[in-house]
């Protein structure tokens, strides 16, 4: 009897101690704040970017992953791992970078602007020009969602008045001297093409 009841006390203890654990993860749903080492992360980050600047891609790669397995939620690690993705041609993989990044950097327009990018380089136009309005819509006027938006559709001859506005805006606001000229030229050129409403 006293055998017994050791093995039922024995077998509910682990039965309460293997319901209590719950792995943990970047999937947790209830993943406490001090399990993300931010401090950590930010010094990866700093790193990540010097390496960047150097043109030492492979180092900012890893180090952008050190950045990332310290905070799953870094959302600038996010997207410039998306760059570095997208530099290399890794299309799928920097448009995930840029959806993390686009989902944890609400208000800046930068992940939007470069999902936009790998979309159209993906041959997702449409998808591009959406995506590139996302970003107008965190921050209106932003002169690189305006330049993707308006190179997109002047490529694929889907001119609109948007379009129209758009070249109007580079032309005059444009922050390169390269993009003025651009937009110059193309509103020359449009000028006897058919504009859709």
């Not at 943990?24 to 406490?32: A, F, N, R």
């Not at 397995?69 to 760059?83: K, M, Q, R, S």
């Not at 032309?171 to 093409?193: C, H, I, N, P, V």
Request: proline letters at 5%; one cysteine or more.
């Amino acid at each position: 009897m006293n055998m017994l009841r050791f093995c039922v006390l024995v077998s509910l203890i682990l039965l309460f101690v293997s319901c209590g654990r719950v792995t943990k993860g970047p999937y947790t749903p209830q993943m406490d704040e001090y399990e993300r080492n931010i401090p950590l992360a930010q010094e990866h980050f700093k790193k990540a970017m010097v390496a960047m600047d150097s043109g030492d891609t492979e180092k900012a790669k890893s180090l952008l992953h050190q950045t990332l397995n310290a905070d799953l939620y870094h959302g600038p690690a996010h997207n410039n791992l998306g760059v570095i993705f997208m530099q290399a041609g890794d299309l799928y993989s920097a448009a995930n970078e840029f959806t993390w990044a686009r989902k944890l950097m609400p208000g800046h327009p930068d992940p939007r602007v470069n999902l936009a990018v790998a979309l159209d380089a993906g041959g997702q136009g449409d998808d591009a020009v959406e995506a590139a309005r996302t970003a107008l819509e965190v921050q209106p006027n932003y002169m690189p969602a305006m330049q993707t938006i308006a190179l997109i559709q002047v490529r694929d001859r889907d001119v609109t008045k948007e379009t129209l506005a758009l070249l109007d805006t580079i032309r005059y606001r444009g922050e390169d001297k390269q993009w003025r000229d651009w937009a110059t030229l193309w509103l020359s050129k449009l000028d006897s093409f058919a504009v859709k409403q």
